[in-house]
């Protein structure tokens, strides 16, 4: 074990000996203080932990995708979707399609077929109007499709490759 496991061994060894009253009583000032202190070791953590996921990516051989470790757990190689719009106007351009196919949906007679200008006019205005309400909903690639969009001609997609740990059973050192 080098210093570093050392530390965080430690670290980890007295955060378990701590209830949550023992933390939280106190005056203002001392959890003030406490919290400050919490969140610099949080930060900090947060930026040791994304390294030593990307090291271990990086040592993990290329098809391998668990590998036991001995008194730990299994190290399992994950991958994520993740995207992002494509450019800064992605976002207003899906937006617009959407209420122009919510738009056209809802001019359509659905007896006759005939196309009503007004209806149309009224919808997309609704429906504009709403947008400047209520923020993007998160599923609102999967209700574009109802409409024949496909919200990945508005994104750009990265696979990134990570790793998790499965810690063993307590008691089992594999």
């Not at 009224?122 to 496909?150: C, E, F, H, R, T």
């Amino acid at each position: 074990m080098d210093g570093m496991d050392s530390v965080l061994d430690g670290v980890a060894n007295l955060l378990d000996v701590y209830e949550l009253d023992e933390v939280t009583s106190g005056d203002f000032d001392e959890i003030t203080a406490r919290l400050f202190l919490a969140q610099r070791l949080l930060d900090k953590m947060g930026q040791l932990v994304g390294a030593l996921r990307l090291q271990l990516v990086d040592l993990m051989p290329g098809n391998a995708q668990e590998i036991p470790v001995m008194g730990i757990g299994i190290v399992r190689r994950t991958r994520s979707k993740r995207s992002t719009w494509r450019d800064q106007q992605a976002s207003t351009a899906m937006r617009n399609d959407i209420a122009v196919a919510v738009a056209r949906a809802v001019s359509v007679d659905q007896f006759t077929g005939d196309i009503s200008d007004e209806r149309r006019n009224a919808a997309y205005a609704a429906v504009k109007n709403v947008w400047d309400i209520i923020p993007a909903p998160s599923g609102m690639k999967q209700g574009a499709s109802s409409y024949g969009l496909d919200g990945e001609d508005y994104r750009a997609t990265t696979w990134v490759d990570g790793v998790e740990i499965m810690p063993f059973p307590e008691g089992v050192q594999q």
